[in-house]
């Protein structure tokens, strides 16, 4: 019989270690309640600005876990089911000067400090997004001994910002050591494809998931099940920008630059809330791969934000 358990935010770590003693023992189909801290660790709280901004050294991601699945070992596939994903009241979206996609373009550190009331996020008066939570990091413990970075994302998952994974998902990943060992963490309220100012609106997230062994069914990699792209923003339409380079990073840079341009002339943001309106609601699509020498990435902005398009 599936049993539920609990795994509160104080069973914490901030590298990915197979050495780490589980928290947790679970079977095959059973569901986890986990807590999980935002992804600054509680550095930001409610009715910080700018100013309050500090020069820190991240520990990497607070994750929750480990959790350990009986009977799973390598090579089999540990399949994750996202029943359900409840953001906390308060999120944040920051740049700091050297980090994100448009790393040179702002010299200057820059804090936005959102309340969410469940279903909204407001940027500013007349631009509201729609709150579609996920958990930007779920992985196992990766094979190699010692500890390693959270920050980027590997073949056993960890941190791949895929909003996507929302409420009825479906992740599975490539089991890579005795027990699995799954962590997972850095919730987000609502983001954009490719999350491109390094933050989404980061929260605290209280995740419902089951977590089962498949077997005779190896991956080389995460793939996922979803039916999140019929997001809540389509029916309003969207405004593109397009960015075209002989490189798939300039022409996102491109593409970013433009839909920022767009949003301070069109709709009178500032720089600054343009880039972070980009990051938390903007969608980078790869447009085109084949006609060499130019690739081509399209910036969509849905309008169903503004309450005016």
């Not at 994750?63 to 089911?81: E, F």
């Not at 997230?205 to 793939?223: F, N």
Request: glycine share 10%.
């Amino acid at each position: 019989m599936p049993r539920t358990y609990k795994l509160d935010s104080d069973a914490v770590h901030y590298a990915w270690d197979n050495a780490l003693p589980p928290r947790l023992h679970v079977d095959s189909g059973d569901t986890v309640i986990i807590s999980c801290r935002d992804s600054s660790d509680g550095r930001y709280r409610r009715g910080m600005t700018t100013a309050d901004m500090r020069p820190y050294t991240a520990k990497g991601h607070p994750l929750t876990g480990p959790i350990a699945v009986r009977d799973a070992h390598p090579a089999d596939v540990l399949q994750i089911d996202v029943l359900d994903l409840v953001p906390g009241e308060v999120g944040y979206t920051s740049f700091v000067p050297g980090r994100g996609l448009l790393s040179d373009d702002f010299p200057r550190p820059y804090l936005k400090m959102w309340e969410l009331d469940g279903r909204f996020a407001e940027l500013r008066s007349g631009i509201r997004i729609p709150l579609e939570p996920f958990l930007g990091v779920m992985g196992v413990a990766v094979t190699e001994p010692g500890e390693h970075s959270t920050i980027p994302p590997r073949a056993q998952g960890g941190n791949m910002d895929v909003k996507q994974l929302t409420k009825g998902s479906t992740l599975y990943l490539p089991i890579q050591v005795e027990g699995a060992l799954f962590s997972a963490g850095d919730g987000h309220a609502a983001q954009g494809d490719g999350e491109v100012c390094i933050t989404a609106i980061e929260t605290t997230m209280t995740a419902t998931l089951r977590l089962s062994v498949v077997r005779d069914h190896a991956i080389e990699g995460p793939q996922f099940k979803t039916n999140a792209l019929a997001s809540r923003t389509v029916a309003g339409g969207h405004y593109a920008t397009m960015g075209i380079a002989p490189d798939l990073m300039e022409a996102s840079r491109s593409a970013v630059r433009s839909m920022i341009g767009h949003l301070v002339d069109a709709r009178g943001l500032t720089r600054e809330e343009a880039y972070v309106l980009c990051s938390v609601a903007v969608d980078l699509k790869i447009s085109e791969v084949v006609d060499a020498p130019n690739w081509v990435v399209s910036a969509f902005l849905p309008l169903a934000i503004f309450e005016s398009t």
